[in-house]
């Protein structure tokens, strides 16, 4: 299983989990031009791995940790095509194939460079679909400057997008000045460990367990906390109700 | 919270529930005689943080630092330490002289944490005492060490200390705000100023302006050093000594699987979750209202019969039935809906907020509140609202902004509550046919949903999203219980008495110098062009505005005969229920507006309702025949 083909994967049920939809078997299949049973066999690769909850006869959908992956591929692939179509001038048509192929080997210190030179661009120009959220705690561009050159960023996406019975480290906290204070006064502070419970449906709110306690917390408000998965630890903890927990561990090939 | 229950433990009935001077947070005080002291009790509110975030915490510091109380107790929940130590550290750096009553050692216990309270008191550097406050566990001890820390000269010192960088800040600050005359402490001041508190930086910057260019020198400075905003690097810091001290003085276990944790599965299931709720309030509400619909039914009789010993007594003469008209049928009219609707609905109340229940009925309606422009919390108000509305806009305070509870109070004063139901039912259920009280119901939620969303654009501020903590599940206490209605039953009775009473007497007077016809003739191009109804609907509308459930009675009356079938088309019917339902809330309604928030708001929502209800009731009474359905 390569480090590509796993991203392109994950990219495929990205396009679909971003439009509030599963990904069904047989349309991954078409979208990745393989044959269904090819995707049914790594898509229960990748849920053994812990990337994606994986349904028979409903789909798949991206955990918290597949999607902080998915999150970072598809912002380079959408910069990408900014950057292609903005300042290259190439026709939108070719834009999607020719990101497609840079997308992998694009450094993250080159992908937030693009995404600085081009003043942060928000949609992407071939379907106006978003550009994911930079995963950097800073405010503006100037910051940028000083901080992306640390080195490779992690794995980091929205504590919203967390599954049950997932956790994660909170890496920092964005958006109005009142939320953030709220959530740091309830825990939500940098390094505290978050771990996902449950998650109420029509888009509710989620329930956390940070700090010895239990919270409720909106999905907007979840939404401005982004949590950090600790590399090579363990991210999944597999929810069996009438059960011991079972505990995965993933592979080493990230990054 | 525990909080209160101590509060109430120490001081029994001896309480006073008034608001803070200005503000809309409750402020109760009681007295409590202790070892020949007589010591005065105050109910700071509930708080996690001293920020600006809620009004609560607002006036929580500034009592502590401008009162100065001679003791302060802060009530740790021993469950929850590392949370709970995040405040304790923050109530240290405003340097009272502070005792801790750990409290629900017992609930910990069951969780699998004991917490040295030896241990955590010399990390704290203040007297911890265990307590168990359902139970008076440990009261008499914790009083005897807040009767000696009032004693002590010196402050409880704070104990925290910041990283480097941060402490060094600190001291520059501190020696920058020298001379300056606050009643804060000047760390708690300089520590405010970092965290960028915008009411200590319009105080500070406005004493000494100078002081604002060295705060944001220091911030950007720890800025470039951390790359993080200070806010957050200040808290984390701050959790991290609280993980600490938590960690050293407490051991844990892990617990069995609790019947409690069944029920916490049970109750946010996706499925089974809303399925439970459902059966919840529908128990609630159909024992609310049987009980309240048989009580008031009792009362009645037992009314009228002391109307008739006192007419038998007295004759039927004119002063002796305006007597009786304009005064005692006030203090009925509260009387009646008080006790069998009010009283149980706080009793229910208690109990599901006790045993954590409600704050996951708040999570699963989260999502729904939210579109009306509230989260899950507002459900509560709302639900409050079906039974009567003064609870439900009182029961807004649990909403934390200012901005939310207007929202919140806005749509509670839309909901149909028990006064407006009896005149659905009774008159559109009764003659036109349940499917059209159903379609009213349905009108005013539409009406509730897209007035929600015209508020929420409306009102300024930053909208805040759900964050609550999900308590443990525990069984509730009958003494809290019946504590807690009674408070609150009591405050429901000293705000809408006064004005029910007040209002009847009014109505009475004018209806006996003849006004109410001059009134009913001016409105009559409303009432009958507009809306098609007859003329004495006018007078009945106006009534309604002491108890809705009375217009029907009254509209009886005025045309003689009970059977509206008579009287009224069943369009009629529709377009007098609409109006009734949604023109402006109840005189005791209004009055709580005004109390929560003020006059201009009150009006402002008294106002927009009448405008809505007469504009959409004219359209209704155009439409209906119109389309052919009524």
Redesign the interface.
Known sequence: MSSESVEEYLEAIYSFNERGELAKTTELARKLKVAPPSVTQMVQKLAEEGLVDYEPYKGTALTGKGMAIAQKVVRKHRLLERFLHDLLGIHKNKIHEEACKLEHNLSDEAAAALCSVMEQPETCPDDGNPIPPCPMDIEDCEQCAAVRGDGTFGLITELSNLKPGEWGVVSFVRGGTMACQRLMDMGLTRGARVRVVNAAPFSGPIEIEVRGTTLALGRGLASHVFIEFENGALVKERVHPHGPRHESEHGGWLN | MGKSVIFNELTGLHQHVGNWPGKTVERAEGTLSFRGYTIDVIDLPGI??L???SIEEMVSREYIAVEQPDALINVVDAS????NL?FTLQLLELEPRMVVALNQIDMAQSKGISVDSERLSQLLGVPVVPTVAVKGVGLEELMARVVEASTRKMPSPPTIRYGREIEESIERLVDALRGLNTPYPRRWLAIKLLE?DEEIARLVYGLSPPVEEVVNGLREELERIH???V??LI??ER??VA?RI?SEASSHVEPERTLGDRLD?LT?H??L?YVFMLGVIVAVFYGIFSFGDYVSGLMGEAFSWLRSVYEAQLGTGPVVTFVWDGLIEGVVAGITIALPYIAPFYVVLSVLEDSGYL?RI???M???M?KIGL??KGFIPVMLGFGCNVPACLGCRIM??ERERLICAFVASLIPCAARSIVIMGLVAEYVGFQWAAVLYLLDFVLIFAMGRVAFKAVPG?P???????PSYRAPSASVTAKRSWFRLRGFVYEAFPIMVAGNFVIQISSMLGLLDVVQNLLRPVTVLWLGLPAAAGVVLIFGVLRKELTLILLASLMGTSNFALILSPTQMFVFAFVVMVYVPCIATIAVLVKEFDYKKAAIISLAEIALAVVLGGVIYRVLPLLGLL
């Open positions: 996690y943080s920020s600006t975030y929850v330490l590392e949370r995040f960028g790359h993080h905003d806010p957050s808290a984390s959790y991290a993980n938590a599965e946010s996706p499925v979750g704050a708040a999570y699963l989260d999502s729904a939210h989260h899950g934390e902004t930053e805040v999203g759900l964050i609550m903590e999900m």
